[in-house]
């Protein structure tokens, strides 16, 4: 069963376009959520978070939106450039489950020139 | 700078091979994860271990195992090596919390099980 889902699994823009990156999950338990990138041959780093309470946070051009009625929450990059080209990966965690987190599929953005 | 290493980049053995890989973390951190990352599926948790000798089973656990002897150090055994477990393998630590830890990840091992 996948609580955590991208349904997405490639996604092309053109740089300084906005990037969107979808993420449904379905345990309503889910209190924390984080955003990973990851290019070939590393492994990911974290890029954003947001807790349950909020439904926004941003850092510098990136911005995670939270809707916790439709259990969805979206990545949002502005301006995006070719370097932004990865994988991304969104996880949740529970505050009662030891750090555990669950992640989705993955999504691979291209950002081309 | 949190510093996650994990032993080998690229590995490559034989079907049946006992397989050790090794991960150490630097920042004194209570969690520690082992998943395994395969194109479309994601990451997916084999083991993890809260505390020094504890371990808990992740989600695919089945022909793994792991050790924890010292704090920051978390190995994992592949106990007969099978073509099926040919795939990335990530090691990720965080800190103590109820929830909400970011985890930091090594750079990965890829293992080719032939």
């Known amino acids: 069963d996948q609580q955590v889902k991208q349904n997405s699994p490639s996604l092309s823009v053109q740089e300084g376009r906005i990037s969107i990156l979808n993420c449904d999950y379905t345990?309503?338990?889910?209190?924390?959520f984080l955003w990973y990138k990851k290019y070939p041959a590393e492994g990911p780093t974290f890029l954003i978070s947001?807790?349950?309470?909020?439904d926004k946070n941003e850092d510098g051009r990136f911005t995670v939106f939270l809707n916790k009625s439709a259990k969805h929450l979206s990545l949002h990059i502005v301006p995006s450039q070719p370097g932004d080209s990865a994988v991304y990966f969104c996880?949740?965690?529970?505050?009662?489950?030891?750090?555990?987190?669950?992640f989705g599929q993955g999504t691979t953005l291209q950002v081309k020139p | 700078d949190v510093k996650v290493t994990q032993s080998s980049r690229y590995l490559v053995k034989r079907t049946g091979e006992k397989v050790f890989l090794e991960c150490v973390q630097d920042?004194?951190?209570?969690?520690m994860f082992w998943y395994r990352q395969d194109p479309g599926l994601g990451l997916r948790l084999i083991y993890f271990?809260?505390?020094?000798?504890?371990?808990e089973k992740g989600d695919i656990p089945e022909g793994y195992s792991v050790s924890r002897e010292k704090k920051e150090r978390f190995s994992l055994i592949l106990e007969s090596a099978s073509t099926n477990q040919t795939s990335m393998y990530l090691c990720?630590?965080?800190?103590?919390?109820?929830?909400?830890?970011?985890?930091?990840f090594g750079p990965g091992t890829r293992l080719l099980v032939l």
């Open positions: 990720a630590s965080s800190g103590s919390g109820t929830g909400g830890e970011t985890q930091y």
């Open positions: 345990n309503s338990m889910f209190d924390y």
């Open positions: 947001i807790s349950s309470i909020k």
């Open positions: 996880a949740a965690s529970r505050s009662s489950n030891t750090g555990k987190l669950i």
């Open positions: 920042m004194d951190h209570e969690n």
């Open positions: 271990s809260y505390d020094v000798k504890m371990k």
